[in-house]
DNA sequence: AATGAATGAGTGTTCATTCAT
DNA sequence: CATGAATGAACACTCATTCAT
């Protein structure tokens, strides 16, 4: 019986990756490659030939799908942030207890900063742009209010079993554990170079989270 | 008339603050506008023109005695880590208390932070191309063992006292107290723009302070 | 009366104005925006993607249709030299007595060109290409014996009424009217930013066509 | 030794031209190309690089001067208008009686746009853009009030001594000399083409400036 | 010590046109 | 007949750097 004749689209694509006109994948491989370049040169720094000649298609593709350089590093950096959200909201932390669902908080968004050092290093460029691009994503400010909703819903909880003290402000509380987990990925090389330490080593990593996890607990805790 | 015949640099310089060619000054006119224009764009960002223009000298100049614009940026992070690391030493914590010294340690730390934004951009964008301009300052490696020695000496003496914990390292407390100074500054812009709150606000910044201090302070003690 | 089924093309366009594919419609429609868009940006200044957008098919219909940017080009021209010489033909100058025939010639080429602004700034386009498109329109040269024609008539007959001198070469004065009435037109805007005047005013433009009649008759009179 | 020590700045100019750094023939080769190539493609079908090419210097000069294409383009209009007007103030046509000096004045200006096409060729393409650059040229206006002085003046004293008709606006008069003088040179091409007949045939410019002499006192004439 | 003029290699972008469906 | 996707060559412009004075 093989495969039923002329099947859905979005099979055939899987089955013939190799059709000349796809555009998803044309977009898909340009961001790709694009987030590479971005990451690694800043913004400034990140050359379009670079990025076209590591891509499948060419230059003239990438102005085709996003318009211009900035076009470009704005679809990444959506796409990037895109991610990191997407996860967050399945955490389901509300149904651990306080303390625990505050380790597994935590312990998500150390691995997260620790693998993606991509985001990393995109968020701190766009930091260098004084975030001018990240706030013409429309869709960016929604996405955030989830975080913050789950540390709230783990304080309250908290803080009404008296695990937790009841003067922490979820957004600061979100800062701290941001700082702690962004910190020692995007500023590996300056602290490499100054202790002759690189805090993405295995047995380091493993150590900071445990570390981080304990300095986030023990500042909450009554 | 007579100019008093040759005598010190520094003291010719402070005597005739008009004189037109004064290579000191005119070197430190170049690091000044230098420093704002690669902490406000970047490597890849920050135009030679640009910083000739603002300067009271010509670009011939800027590569007269910084030999290129990598040279000139090198110039600019030797001197903004240079500033940190000569206030660090004046602390004199080791005359403190433990716990007293501990607070004095995050709160200068702190305050720098907040006060030097040009430092934290310049540090951020030194770790987007992998520290490989700091690596070459000579002097920079030997400077940063005195911080180290500062919180060491802090450790142990708080550690003999029953007041601190036993397990705690010097480098990875240091890059704590760093994490939690340096990213509400770093990110200040993506952070407003994701939760629409400035981490530099005067209340905010003497909230933060405390809360540092206090996460700190919880983590050490026993 | 009924109209008979399925008659010329014209009439199928017209009684099925909503059908969908229609070939003539499809093309008059391509070749009105492209008016616009030659007239206003020049051949080298016009954009393809422009014209296509502003038109209810696809850009891959234009190049179907003329072959080319310039193939569309030369379409146009085509039919706006068409237009003109249309009209001269039905002016009947014949009929009337010379001098009031020359009256109404010169009456209607000032007409044409102050309200055919797209003409006259094609004309001027092609004369900054040397008429190279216009000669590879092969019915042009023919159209242009019928004015000329029309001016000897008027001429001779003047002349042999004794009311016109009889040294003046009707294609001079074609040359005479075609200036007076043209430039008025084509530099308009400079002429405006110059004088501050727009010759285009309604009360300048009923001015300008007396003198110029006025200036022909004089020249010609005895 | 030889050479007179440091002659004047200008005198150096002239005797070594083949001095490397001379900023202002630079600008003016630039400019005499600029003025060839614009007058021959339009500003859209100008290329700057070509432009270059057929010039002394780089192509990056071309932007140290002139800042742009655009920026170009106007320096080039400002030229060749300078030069007409600058020409028209030493025609002295205020010392000869009425007749003579407006059959001066409209020789003088058939012979100008006869001889230059290059600036009739610019005036159009600027008309073709609405006249927008020539709008930005500061000096441009002012320098348009002398001719219509001139004309006034001869106009005043033709009325005064009963030779010409005393209904006739200067600005209106104006308007028809440049269509006549200027029509014949500016559309040339296309004449040519209609009617085989080249209106820059010297036989034929002969003929030209005759007729439009005479059409014009003809119409100023009582 | 200081400077305006000059430069070559590269940088983001646009264009008319064609292909695969 | 119709269309979105794709393209290579060209385009205006910028950059860090050096030269002649």
Redesign the interface.
């Given at each position: 019986m093989g495969r039923p004749a002329a099947s859905s689209n979005s099979a055939r694509a899987k089955i013939d990756a190799r059709r000349k006109y796809d555009p998803e994948e044309t977009k898909r491989n340009i961001l790709e490659v694009a987030t590479a370049e971005f990451s690694a040169?800043?913004?400034?720094?990140a050359r379009v030939d670079s990025i076209a000649e590591r891509t499948n298609t060419t230059k003239r593709m990438l102005y085709y799908y996003f318009g211009s350089k900035e076009g470009l590093y704005e679809a990444v950096l959506d796409k990037v942030y895109g991610d990191i959200r997407t996860l967050e909201q399945d955490l389901h932390v509300s149904e651990l207890e306080p303390i625990e669902g505050m380790r597994r908080l935590v312990e998500f968004t150390f691995d997260y900063h620790d693998r993606h050092r991509d985001f990393v290093?995109l968020?701190?460029?766009?930091?260098?742009?004084?975030?001018k691009y990240?706030?013409q994503l429309k869709t960016?400010?929604s996405r955030?209010a989830s975080v913050?909703a789950t540390i709230e819903d783990l304080l309250t909880r908290g803080v009404a079993s008296g695990q937790f003290r009841d003067d922490v402000d979820p957004?600061?509380l979100?800062?701290?554990i941001?700082?702690?987990c962004?910190?020692?990925v995007?500023?590996?090389?300056?602290?490499?170079?100054?202790?002759?330490?690189d805090?993405s080593h295995p047995r380091l990593r493993a150590?900071?989270r445990e570390?981080?996890v304990?300095?986030v607990l023990?500042?909450l805790k009554k």
């Open positions: 040169m800043g913004l400034a720094g290093r968020v701190t460029i766009e930091n260098i742009h004084g975030a990240l706030e960016f400010r955030n913050i957004i600061d979100h800062l701290m941001s700082s702690l962004f910190h020692r995007s500023n590996r090389s300056t602290f490499g170079t100054a202790f002759g330490r805090p150590k900071h570390m981080i304990d300095a023990r500042f």
